[in-house]
């Protein structure tokens, strides 16, 4: 009778292997991603031309605003016009067959379901903004007495099109904890897309052509101080957002590196981190120092490397808020699950499909939790009217210092 192989009788207490968590299809986050840009761009744009940019140069003259006006219209209409392709694309691409049929994709708006009507709202928000903004994009309007009404509701349609697509299709089963939720993530949206779209909107302003040579000193002053406020405001709702969203989906900081979800999570940190130094850079070395030489007729070297600094500066700030936008797409699912999953298939017989594998229920929130985020939020606002006081006090210090108490007249900003 031959022998039996021990090591048989072991195989079947053999850890399964891992399951693993691909990133997906680079083509279907390339598509989000153009959606993401687009949509959350026409926002920004909106934003500055009606909060910081056309303020600004109303001040100057009517002329200046025309100008400003018409150049943050254009792109906002072009923007629009972009993101509704590039939405209808993302639902061409959805489907299971693979390749893109657009028919299709424009028969599921308003088919019926929760889904088919966000995107159709989406879609119709999209057209509707850009149809509102289009006549701002003739000099002969951009200064008329509609603007501010146009442009209001025009960035209105835009946040409404930015909301269907974080906005709960199904009925929650706990009502209180999507609610939640879901004003967690539209402030990151946002937030994201007034401060990420307004950096474009600046460095588009920075090119020849929108303001005059010798209006530039009177205009970027008071434009970057204002767009700084808001700026501020918006970095303190995605943070706020952002840690509500990795307390929801992280258990611990090792799970930004033992999971791809965290990984990924982890790369985008990276970026926001690197910036929001650049924004500090900013607000406490540069802005104050446009500020002095906005008052102050200075001809000194560190002008020459002020005017040179600002456009560059923003315009990485630009390309580095669509690498962040390029890299959120490929987060799927949650850290806390993956890391559960993966610890599961280890001490499985057997190996179990993705489908099966059991997933973590939703974090609950306790007393703890809403007083720790409330001591957070309360921080960061602090720390926020804090630092924004604080640069205006450089800013003040650097003009008195300056000698010669002339007006400039020279630029501020030159591409």
């Known amino acids: ?5 021990p090591s048989s009788g072991l195989l079947q207490f053999t850890a399964a292997p891992a399951p693993s968590t691909p990133l997906g299809p680079f083509e279907d986050s390339a598509v989000a991603w153009a959606t993401w840009v687009t949509l959350m761009g026409f926002v920004g744009v909106t934003a500055l031309a009606l909060t910081a940019a056309g303020p600004a140069a109303r001040r100057i003259g009517a002329d200046t605003l025309a100008a400003v006006t018409a150049r943050l219209s254009r792109t906002a209409v072009v923007l629009a016009v972009l993101a509704v392709a590039a939405v209808l694309t993302e639902l061409a691409h959805s489907g299971d067959s693979g390749g893109y049929h657009y028919q299709d994709a424009w028969n599921t708006l308003y088919d019926g379901t929760n889904a088919g009507r966000l995107s159709g709202i989406e879609v119709t928000m999209l057209l509707v903004g850009a149809a509102v903004i289009a006549p701002l994009a003739f000099r002969v309007a951009a200064n008329g007495r509609a603007r501010t009404g146009l442009l209001a509701a025009g960035l209105g349609a835009g946040m409404i099109a930015l909301g269907t697509t974080r906005f709960p299709d199904a009925m929650p089963e706990e009502w209180g904890h999507t609610i939640f939720e879901t004003a967690m993530w539209m402030l990151h949206l946002f937030g994201g897309a007034v401060w990420l779209g307004g950096l474009a909107g600046l460095a588009l302003l920075a090119v020849p052509g929108a303001v005059p040579p010798a209006e530039r000193a009177a205009f970027w002053s008071p434009a970057i101080r204002r767009f700084s406020a808001a700026a501020m405001g918006c970095v303190t709702a995605i943070t706020l957002s ?9 258990d611990g900081p090792s799970q930004l590196f033992t999971t791809m979800y965290g990984r990924v999570l982890g790369v985008k940190i990276l970026i926001f981190g690197t910036l929001l130094l650049l924004g500090v850079f900013n607000q406490f070395w540069l802005h104050p120092r446009i500020d002095a030489l906005r008052a102050v007729g200075d001809e000194r070297p560190l002008r020459t490397i002020l005017v040179r600094r600002f456009p560059a500066v923003v315009t ?8 962040l936008l390029f890299v959120a797409p490929f987060l799927h699912g949650s850290a806390r699950n993956q890391a559960f999953q993966a610890e599961t298939a ?3 017989a057997k190996a179990i499909s993705p489908e099966d594998l059991p997933r973590l229920p939703d974090k609950v929130v306790s007393a703890s939790t809403w007083v720790l985020g409330s001591t957070e939020t309360l921080v960061l606002i602090a720390l926020m009217i804090g630092g924004y006081w604080y640069s205006g006090v450089l800013a003040r210090r650097r003009t008195a210092a300056a000698p010669g108490q002339q007006p400039a007249t020279g630029d501020l900003v030159e591409a």
């Open 1 to 5: 009778m031959p022998l039996s192989d």
């Open 242 to 250: 952002g840690l509500f969203l990795y307390w929801e989906h992280v």
């Open 316 to 323: 990485v700030e630009t390309l580095l808020g669509m690498s």
């Open 346 to 348: 280890k001490h499985s």
